[in-house]
């Protein structure tokens, strides 16, 4: 269980950002938002909190009576401003939401109010309990994405704040249904991650088949009625049975950073275990598994030493923050922190099929001023994308979007933005994609210098 903060007012967040800037945050520097095009040898090296877990289940804390006594797991977290915000779940009897902040990711306070979202009446079709919230924040406040239901009969529901503290289920729940008999998803649909870009919330999601569980994609425009992906699962479970996927791939978590999604999910083994792994996508349908999967696993304190799952993950201050859920001999699911190192831009590229085979040499000069060349070997004739971007993971220009020929292409950068303004000295990226009839190939991120 978390540190419990005072009953919330009407303008909950702001009053606890201010309590934590007075009291806390001098003995903290906020933290950066950096981006950067992910490294595989990054994201796929974990270093687990030593003081793991940081949410415990209030039984170990001596407390009764708290809706996180036996259980606190299955949490969802997000950023803003230099706080963290967690909502989660606990088990006390029954399945509920309830939510926490943080100021480091490590210690959090939980609210007095907890739970926040409880499970409807007899009858109801979440009547069953709560579980596995997604958060997201748009134009109009907060939707919380959660699932509910009896055996593998689960559905996915929605409720609405405006504070993200006080919710209102949506009376048309559930939002997603199973699909059609002899579907990949006919016996259940459950823990929901949901993104909201470009005005289009993108949902990816569990489903049974009632042997084996994978993860699909859904699209809305409205966040409340969703249309399947034609070509669901675009992540399968593992095709063989020692495989560490074999029974399921699924409570997915997806992070967007640089125009790649990142995948990390739970998967079970033929064994019955769970262990998290990592799969990587330029569209967020076609996705490739990381092949020396899982990367997080049980460890051998007694708080995790049987199974790690429901991974959340953020990227901040240069690094991949992830929480996550776990359960050992101690007898309870807690929450974990792990974190992964800085992601350093580098030449190498991203594992997968082909990548090897769109080569960037380089710019001349670098450092440069005012133009610089950069010098691409295209293996096959492609639509070839060359973009810019600066230290703070912005995109500054799309330097070409156009049919290449094979064989060796220069492309030429003026130091000048989208607007065609000559942008300020300083540190930038560019990433290199073609797109052909062997399908996508990209290369990592190189560094240039703009010196005047």
Not at 94 to 119: C, E, H, K, Q, T
Not at 202 to 225: E, V
Request: proline share 6%; with cysteine.
């Amino acid at each position: 269980m978390a540190n419990v903060l005072p009953n919330p007012s009407s303008n909950f967040l702001t009053l606890e950002v201010a309590m934590f800037t007075n009291r806390i945050l001098p003995s903290f520097c906020l933290l950066f938002l950096v981006l950067f095009v992910p490294d595989v040898n990054s994201q796929t090296r974990w270093e687990k909190y030593p003081n793991n877990p940081v949410i415990e289940a209030s039984q170990f804390q001596g407390i009764s009576g708290t809706f996180d006594y036996s259980y606190a797991f299955n949490s969802y977290t997000i950023e803003g401003d230099g706080v963290f915000r967690m909502w989660y779940v606990g088990f006390n009897n029954s399945f509920s939401i309830g939510d926490a902040l943080s100021m480091d990711g490590i210690r959090w306070y939980s609210n007095r109010d907890n739970p926040v979202l409880v499970p409807g009446p007899p009858g109801t079709f979440d009547a069953t309990g709560v579980r596995k919230p997604c958060v997201v924040r748009d134009g109009e406040g907060y939707k919380m994405y959660y699932f509910t239901g009896t055996g593998y009969n689960l559905k996915i529901g929605l409720a609405i704040s405006s504070n993200g503290h006080n919710w209102t289920k949506y009376v048309g729940n559930p939002v997603l249904d199973v699909g059609p008999s002899g579907s990949w998803d006919a016996v259940g649909v459950w823990a929901p991650m949901v993104i909201y870009e470009n005005q289009v919330y993108k949902m990816w999601y569990q489903g049974y088949d009632g042997a084996f569980a994978s993860i699909g994609l859904a699209t809305s425009a409205d966040g409340i009625h969703w249309t399947k992906h034609a070509g669901n699962p675009v992540l399968s479970h593992g095709s063989n049975v020692g495989d560490f996927d074999y029974l399921t791939a699924g409570e997915p978590n997806v992070v967007h950073a640089f125009g790649s999604y990142h995948m990390f999910y739970t998967s079970t083994s033929s064994v019955i275990r769970n262990n998290i792994g990592y799969a990587y996508s330029r569209n967020g349908i076609n996705w490739i598994k990381y092949r020396r999967n899982p990367v997080v696993e049980a460890g051998s304190s007694t708080w995790e030493n049987i199974n790690v799952s429901s991974p959340s993950v953020l990227v901040k201050d240069r690094k991949f923050h992830m929480w996550y859920s776990a359960y050992g001999s101690s007898g309870a699911w807690q929450i974990g922190y792990a974190t992964s190192e800085a992601i350093r831009p580098s030449e190498t590229p991203i594992e997968g099929p082909d990548v090897d085979r769109l080569e960037v040499k380089g710019n001349y000069p670098n450092p440069f001023n005012p133009e610089t060349v950069i010098h691409i070997e295209i293996p096959e004739s492609g639509r070839l994308r060359v973009l810019i971007y600066d230290i703070l993971g912005r995109e500054v220009k799309v330097l070409t979007d156009e049919v290449m020929p094979s064989g060796s292409n220069d492309i030429t950068w003026d130091g000048t933005n989208s607007s065609g303004q000559h942008i300020s000295s300083g540190t930038y990226f560019y990433r290199a994609e073609l797109f052909s009839k062997s399908g996508l190939r990209h290369t990592g991120l190189h560094k240039m210098i703009l010196a005047k």
